[in-house]
Protein backbone atom coordinates (compact mmCIF):
# COMPACT_ATOMS: atom_id res chain seq x y z
CA UNK A 1 0.00 0.00 0.00
CA UNK A 2 1.78 3.26 -1.11
CA UNK A 3 1.97 5.71 1.87
CA UNK A 4 -0.07 8.83 0.01
CA UNK A 5 -2.92 7.26 -2.20
CA UNK A 6 -4.76 10.18 -4.15
CA UNK A 7 -8.50 9.60 -6.14
CA UNK A 8 -6.59 8.30 -9.80
CA UNK A 9 -8.49 11.18 -11.66
CA UNK A 10 -8.11 12.81 -14.49
CA UNK A 11 -10.58 15.52 -13.45
CA UNK A 12 -12.29 17.55 -16.65
CA UNK A 13 -14.27 20.13 -15.51
CA UNK A 14 -15.89 23.60 -16.94
CA UNK A 15 -14.53 27.14 -15.75
CA UNK A 16 -16.55 27.89 -12.83
CA UNK A 17 -17.48 24.70 -11.20
CA UNK A 18 -16.97 23.29 -7.69
CA UNK A 19 -14.00 19.86 -7.46
CA UNK A 20 -12.75 18.13 -4.91
CA UNK A 21 -10.09 16.14 -4.75
CA UNK A 22 -9.55 13.41 -1.62
CA UNK A 23 -6.32 11.88 -0.30
CA UNK A 24 -5.64 8.72 2.29
CA UNK A 25 -2.43 8.56 4.13
CA UNK A 26 -1.07 5.11 5.99
CA UNK A 27 1.34 6.65 8.44
CA UNK A 28 -0.69 7.68 11.37
CA UNK A 29 2.98 9.20 12.47
CA UNK A 30 2.36 12.23 10.08
CA UNK A 31 2.83 15.46 11.19
CA UNK A 32 2.74 17.97 8.59
CA UNK A 33 0.21 17.77 5.21
CA UNK A 34 0.28 20.04 2.36
CA UNK A 35 -0.98 20.64 -1.35
CA UNK A 36 0.93 21.02 -3.96
CA UNK A 37 0.71 22.27 -7.50
CA UNK A 38 2.56 21.25 -10.23
CA UNK A 39 1.78 22.56 -13.55
CA UNK A 40 3.33 20.82 -17.08
CA UNK A 41 6.87 20.10 -16.81
CA UNK A 42 7.74 22.39 -14.05
CA UNK A 43 8.38 22.29 -10.32
CA UNK A 44 5.96 21.41 -7.62
CA UNK A 45 4.87 24.64 -5.78
CA UNK A 46 3.10 24.46 -2.25
CA UNK A 47 -0.38 25.93 -2.59
CA UNK A 48 -1.33 25.08 0.92
CA UNK A 49 -0.88 24.09 4.55
CA UNK A 50 -3.54 21.52 5.79
CA UNK A 51 -4.54 21.65 9.22
CA UNK A 52 -6.96 19.90 11.36
CA UNK A 53 -9.32 22.58 11.90
CA UNK A 54 -9.52 23.65 8.09
CA UNK A 55 -7.93 26.34 6.27
CA UNK A 56 -9.20 28.32 3.29
CA UNK A 57 -7.37 30.46 0.97
CA UNK A 58 -9.70 32.38 -1.53
CA UNK A 59 -11.20 29.96 -3.50
CA UNK A 60 -8.78 26.87 -2.19
CA UNK A 61 -10.47 24.78 0.79
CA UNK A 62 -8.37 22.37 2.62
CA UNK A 63 -9.58 19.86 5.40
CA UNK A 64 -7.81 17.25 7.39
CA UNK A 65 -9.40 14.31 9.31
CA UNK A 66 -6.61 12.83 11.52
CA UNK A 67 -8.76 9.87 12.78
CA UNK A 68 -9.70 9.09 9.26
CA UNK A 69 -6.30 9.65 7.83
CA UNK A 70 -7.91 11.78 5.35
CA UNK A 71 -7.21 14.87 3.22
CA UNK A 72 -9.53 16.77 1.06
CA UNK A 73 -8.49 19.78 -0.81
CA UNK A 74 -12.24 21.79 -3.03
CA UNK A 75 -11.79 24.48 -5.40
CA UNK A 76 -14.78 26.81 -5.72
CA UNK A 77 -15.29 28.71 -9.18
CA UNK A 78 -12.91 26.98 -11.24
CA UNK A 79 -10.64 28.91 -13.54
CA UNK A 80 -8.80 27.83 -16.66
CA UNK A 81 -5.48 28.50 -14.71
CA UNK A 82 -5.92 26.06 -11.93
CA UNK A 83 -5.68 23.21 -14.65
CA UNK A 84 -2.57 21.76 -13.30
CA UNK A 85 -1.55 18.55 -11.36
CA UNK A 86 -2.53 18.39 -7.34
CA UNK A 87 -0.01 16.69 -5.23
CA UNK A 88 -0.79 15.35 -1.83
CA UNK A 89 1.37 15.62 0.82
CA UNK A 90 2.46 14.27 4.38
CA UNK A 91 5.87 14.82 6.21
CA UNK A 92 6.63 12.68 9.51
CA UNK A 93 8.74 13.64 12.53
CA UNK A 94 11.90 12.27 14.38
CA UNK A 95 14.73 11.48 12.06
CA UNK A 96 12.13 11.89 9.07
CA UNK A 97 11.25 15.29 9.96
CA UNK A 98 11.25 17.14 6.34
CA UNK A 99 11.19 14.42 4.00
CA UNK A 100 7.91 15.12 1.75
CA UNK A 101 5.98 12.20 0.93
CA UNK A 102 4.07 12.64 -2.10
CA UNK A 103 0.90 10.88 -3.65
CA UNK A 104 0.85 10.21 -6.90
CA UNK A 105 -1.06 13.04 -7.86
CA UNK A 106 -4.57 14.32 -9.97
CA UNK A 107 -4.33 16.12 -12.74
CA UNK A 108 -7.31 18.69 -12.97
CA UNK A 109 -8.06 20.21 -16.67
CA UNK A 110 -10.41 23.44 -16.62
CA UNK A 111 -12.17 23.93 -19.54
CA UNK A 112 -14.04 26.80 -21.46
CA UNK B 1 13.03 36.51 -5.26
CA UNK B 2 15.60 33.74 -4.69
CA UNK B 3 15.73 30.48 -6.23
CA UNK B 4 17.01 27.07 -6.23
CA UNK B 5 18.94 26.18 -9.72
CA UNK B 6 19.77 23.42 -11.24
CA UNK B 7 21.73 22.45 -14.20
CA UNK B 8 21.46 21.07 -17.04
CA UNK B 9 17.67 21.16 -17.87
CA UNK B 10 17.64 18.76 -19.90
CA UNK B 11 20.32 15.72 -20.33
CA UNK B 12 19.65 12.66 -22.80
CA UNK B 13 22.04 10.12 -22.32
CA UNK B 14 22.74 6.39 -23.40
CA UNK B 15 22.52 3.60 -21.13
CA UNK B 16 25.78 2.39 -19.25
CA UNK B 17 26.72 5.95 -19.34
CA UNK B 18 27.71 8.21 -16.48
CA UNK B 19 25.11 11.68 -15.95
CA UNK B 20 25.76 14.12 -13.28
CA UNK B 21 23.27 16.77 -12.45
CA UNK B 22 24.02 19.82 -10.42
CA UNK B 23 22.18 22.08 -7.64
CA UNK B 24 22.49 25.61 -6.13
CA UNK B 25 19.90 26.20 -3.18
CA UNK B 26 19.04 29.34 -1.78
CA UNK B 27 21.24 30.83 -0.10
CA UNK B 28 21.51 30.27 3.37
CA UNK B 29 19.37 27.06 3.25
CA UNK B 30 21.14 24.61 4.82
CA UNK B 31 19.00 21.87 4.50
CA UNK B 32 18.78 20.11 0.50
CA UNK B 33 16.88 17.36 -0.47
CA UNK B 34 17.30 15.44 -4.47
CA UNK B 35 13.90 13.62 -5.14
CA UNK B 36 12.97 11.81 -8.51
CA UNK B 37 10.10 12.22 -10.31
CA UNK B 38 8.84 9.17 -12.92
CA UNK B 39 6.05 10.63 -15.17
CA UNK B 40 2.54 10.16 -13.88
CA UNK B 41 4.34 9.59 -10.36
CA UNK B 42 4.58 12.16 -7.29
CA UNK B 43 8.35 13.15 -6.57
CA UNK B 44 10.68 10.35 -4.29
CA UNK B 45 12.95 11.51 -2.19
CA UNK B 46 16.46 10.26 -2.86
CA UNK B 47 18.74 11.94 -0.30
CA UNK B 48 18.19 14.85 2.17
CA UNK B 49 21.42 16.96 2.99
CA UNK B 50 21.68 18.75 6.26
CA UNK B 51 24.70 21.16 5.78
CA UNK B 52 27.19 18.79 4.38
CA UNK B 53 26.12 15.59 6.06
CA UNK B 54 23.40 13.29 4.41
CA UNK B 55 20.26 12.63 7.08
CA UNK B 56 18.50 10.39 4.76
CA UNK B 57 19.79 8.36 1.52
CA UNK B 58 17.27 4.95 2.60
CA UNK B 59 15.89 5.76 -1.16
CA UNK B 60 19.26 6.31 -2.90
CA UNK B 61 20.19 3.18 -4.98
CA UNK B 62 23.72 3.27 -4.01
CA UNK B 63 25.22 0.80 -6.57
CA UNK B 64 24.72 3.11 -9.06
CA UNK B 65 23.69 6.59 -7.62
CA UNK B 66 25.74 8.93 -5.11
CA UNK B 67 25.62 12.58 -3.88
CA UNK B 68 27.68 14.86 -2.54
CA UNK B 69 27.46 18.28 -1.01
CA UNK B 70 31.05 19.06 -0.14
CA UNK B 71 31.18 22.67 1.08
CA UNK B 72 27.47 22.64 2.54
CA UNK B 73 26.65 24.83 0.03
CA UNK B 74 25.86 23.36 -4.05
CA UNK B 75 25.28 19.41 -4.32
CA UNK B 76 26.12 16.68 -7.05
CA UNK B 77 24.66 14.22 -7.46
CA UNK B 78 25.56 11.55 -10.08
CA UNK B 79 24.57 8.03 -11.96
CA UNK B 80 27.09 5.47 -13.21
CA UNK B 81 26.26 3.94 -15.08
CA UNK B 82 22.32 4.86 -15.94
CA UNK B 83 20.13 2.52 -17.02
CA UNK B 84 16.65 2.89 -18.88
CA UNK B 85 14.85 3.18 -15.74
CA UNK B 86 16.62 5.92 -14.38
CA UNK B 87 14.60 8.28 -17.07
CA UNK B 88 12.75 11.10 -14.88
CA UNK B 89 12.64 14.31 -13.84
CA UNK B 90 15.60 15.07 -11.23
CA UNK B 91 14.34 17.87 -8.76
CA UNK B 92 16.28 19.54 -6.42
CA UNK B 93 14.70 21.17 -3.29
CA UNK B 94 16.37 23.22 -0.70
CA UNK B 95 15.20 24.76 3.09
CA UNK B 96 16.46 26.50 6.49
CA UNK B 97 15.96 23.96 8.60
CA UNK B 98 12.18 22.79 9.31
CA UNK B 99 11.24 25.29 6.54
CA UNK B 100 9.10 25.26 3.71
CA UNK B 101 11.03 23.49 0.67
CA UNK B 102 11.58 25.43 -2.39
CA UNK B 103 12.21 23.49 -5.68
CA UNK B 104 14.14 24.19 -8.31
CA UNK B 105 13.28 23.74 -12.26
CA UNK B 106 14.40 20.12 -12.72
CA UNK B 107 16.79 18.16 -15.01
CA UNK B 108 14.62 15.75 -17.35
CA UNK B 109 17.10 12.84 -17.55
CA UNK B 110 16.50 10.66 -20.81
CA UNK B 111 17.91 7.43 -21.14
CA UNK B 112 18.37 5.51 -24.25
Known amino acids: RKEVEQDPGPFNVPEGATVAFNCTYS??????FFWYRQDCRKEPKLLMS???SGNEDGRFTAQLNRASQYISLLIRDSKLSDSATYLC?????????????FGQGTILTVHP | EAEVAQSPRYKITEKSQAVAFWCDPI?????LYWYRQILGQGPELLVQ????????DSQLPKDRFSAERLKGVDSTLKIQPAELGDSAMYLC??????????FGPGTRLTVT
Open chain 1, 89 to 101: VVTAGGTSYGKLT
Open chain 2, 49 to 56: FQDESVVD
Open chain 2, 27 to 31: SGHAT
Open chain 1, 50 to 52: VYS
Open chain 1, 27 to 32: NSASQS
Open chain 2, 93 to 102: ASSFTRGQQY
